[in-house]
């Protein structure tokens, strides 16, 4: 019997797309074949992906009240749909796997009128609008947290948690301990804002570094995203400051960086929170504000509970709240290593191989029902 091929599909951004290629290598490594369907966005920076084949799929995401958007959204993706069909039938997948957002959209409703089973993956502690239009179509829903809401009531497929898969360089950043804190030693802080950056790291954080004390300052070695028209004004502030400093619109050893941090500010997208969780280490998160969903405040708070991380709402992350946060982390290091070990007890390590293993027991029963 040939190896089954698994379509996998993801858009948009690399929050869809990193678990995708953690699923990809996991697939891979249990010898079945894989290929990916993406739109244009995504397809751009997807040439690393381990896939067979990537197949570009046109897709839009309806937003905001206006109807002629919204039809022309739906038009786009009902355009997505009549493209995937004829993919799908020449690739012959075993099962289609959807990552979230509205990219995943024609691919998975191609295959499920094509009777393919289907799996979707809800990285948040919110089902998002995609997911929850294709909920009644999935064969299988694999969550990342154990507690998600707005999982449509009586869907006909499977609900498992398996985690949020997580990328080679994660894995081994992983292995780092946390690195050790001296009393007066260098202290190492990164902040990110998403694989953007976001402009309220950059308004808040170096105005709330001026208002520590300076031996305090002092010991800060600092790792700051931040977007190009952001950057100069981050640079130059830190400058004034004399602090010790990297500022970049993008890290590629992210990873790397996240493993040498002893605080991590950041946003709470699910890659993020899975990441240090998986790395264990402690952060204040800021979950973006206004989204419909509210899926970064969900994700922030599985680790806020835990004693893990601070959780900050946008409205109360001010240099004068950060301040006080940060010299209260910095003074007393015993809760530092407490949370960081609080959010490696919340890391599933494995997410990968348990939604490989789930993809490839449907893929193996051949009426496409649950395993």
Same mark, same amino acid.
């Given at each position: 019997?040939?190896?089954?091929?698994?379509?996998?599909?993801?858009?948009?951004?690399?929050?869809?797309?990193?678990?995708?290629?953690?699923?990809?290598?996991?697939?891979?490594?249990?010898?079945?074949?894989?290929?990916?369907?993406?739109?244009?966005?995504?397809?751009?920076?997807?040439?690393?992906?381990?896939?067979?084949?990537?197949?570009?799929?046109?897709?839009?995401?309806?937003?905001?009240?206006?109807?002629?958007?919204?039809?022309?959204?739906?038009?786009?993706?009902?355009?997505?749909?009549?493209?995937?069909?004829?993919?799908?039938?020449?690739?012959?997948?075993? =099962? *289609?796997? @959807?990552?979230? #957002?509205?990219?995943?959209?024609?691919? +998975? !409703?191609?295959?499920? %009128?094509?009777?393919? &089973?289907?799996?979707?993956?809800?990285?948040?502690?919110?089902?998002?609008?995609?997911?929850?239009?294709?909920?009644?179509?999935?064969?299988?829903?694999?969550?990342?947290?154990?507690?998600?809401?707005?999982?449509?009531?009586?869907?006909?497929?499977?609900?498992?948690?398996?985690?949020?898969?997580?990328?080679?360089?994660?894995?081994?950043?992983?292995?780092?301990?946390?690195?050790?804190?001296?009393?007066?030693?260098?202290?190492?802080?990164? =902040? *990110?804002? @998403?694989?953007? #950056?976001?402009?309220?790291?950059?308004? +808040? !954080?170096?105005?709330? %570094?001026?208002?520590? &004390?300076?031996?305090?300052?002092?010991?800060?070695?600092?790792?700051?995203?931040?977007?190009?028209?952001?950057?100069?004004?981050?640079?130059?502030?830190?400058?004034?400051?004399?602090?010790?400093?990297?500022?970049?619109?993008?890290?590629?050893?992210?990873?790397?960086?996240?493993?040498?941090?002893?605080?991590?500010?950041?946003?709470?997208?699910?890659?993020?929170?899975?990441?240090?969780?998986?790395?264990?280490?402690?952060?204040?998160?800021?979950?973006?504000? @206004?989204?419909?969903?509210?899926?970064?405040?969900?994700?922030?708070?599985?680790?806020?509970?835990?004693?893990?991380?601070?959780?900050?709402?946008?409205?109360?992350?001010?240099?004068?709240?950060?301040?006080?946060?940060?010299?209260?982390?910095?003074?007393?290091?015993?809760?530092?290593?407490?949370?960081?070990?609080?959010?490696?007890?919340?890391?599933?390590?494995?997410?990968?191989?348990?939604?490989?293993?789930?993809?490839?027991?449907?893929?193996?029963?051949?009426?496409?029902?649950?395993?």
């Amino acid at each position: 019997m040939s190896a089954p091929l698994i379509l996998l599909t993801a858009g948009g951004t690399g929050g869809h797309l990193f678990p995708a290629e953690a699923l990809a290598n996991a697939l891979k490594a249990s010898g079945a074949r894989v290929a990916l369907a993406t739109d244009k966005r995504a397809n751009a920076y997807a040439g690393s992906f381990p896939a067979d084949e990537i197949v570009e799929i046109p897709s839009a995401t309806p937003s905001g009240r206006s109807v002629p958007q919204i039809a022309k959204a739906a038009l786009v993706l009902a355009q997505g749909t009549f493209r995937a069909i004829p993919a799908i039938r020449r690739l012959k997948p075993a =099962v *289609v796997v @959807g990552f979230g #957002g509205y990219p995943t959209v024609p691919p +998975v !409703v191609a295959a499920s %009128l094509l009777r393919v &089973p289907t799996v979707i993956h809800e990285a948040n502690g919110v089902m998002g609008r995609a997911n929850r239009l294709l909920a009644r179509r999935a064969s299988l829903i694999a969550t990342g947290f154990a507690a998600v809401r707005g999982i449509p009531a009586n869907i006909p497929g499977k609900t498992v948690q398996t985690g949020n898969p997580i990328r080679p360089a994660v894995l081994d950043a992983a292995r780092q301990p946390y690195p050790a804190l001296p009393e007066g030693g260098p202290f190492s802080l990164l =902040v *990110v804002g @998403g694989s953007q #950056g976001a402009r309220v790291m950059s308004d +808040v !954080v170096p105005p709330a %570094l001026e208002l520590l &004390p300076a031996e305090i300052r002092s010991r800060l070695v600092v790792c700051q995203q931040a977007r190009g028209e952001d950057l100069e004004r981050v640079r130059s502030h830190y400058q004034e400051l004399g602090l010790n400093f990297e500022a970049e619109p993008f890290f590629k050893d992210l990873p790397q960086r996240l493993a040498r941090a002893h605080l991590v500010i950041s946003r709470s997208g699910a890659s993020t929170v899975a990441e240090l969780a998986v790395i264990g280490r402690p952060s204040i998160l800021v979950p973006l504000p @206004g989204a419909l969903d509210q899926d970064q405040a969900a994700n922030a708070k599985t680790l806020g509970d835990i004693g893990a991380a601070v959780v900050l709402p946008q409205a109360e992350f001010t240099p004068e709240r950060l301040a006080a946060e940060l010299r209260t982390f910095i003074e007393q290091p015993d809760r530092l290593t407490r949370a960081a070990a609080a959010a490696h007890s919340a890391s599933i390590t494995d997410a990968a191989e348990r939604l490989a293993q789930a993809v490839l027991a449907l893929a193996s029963n051949k009426n496409g029902k649950n395993p």
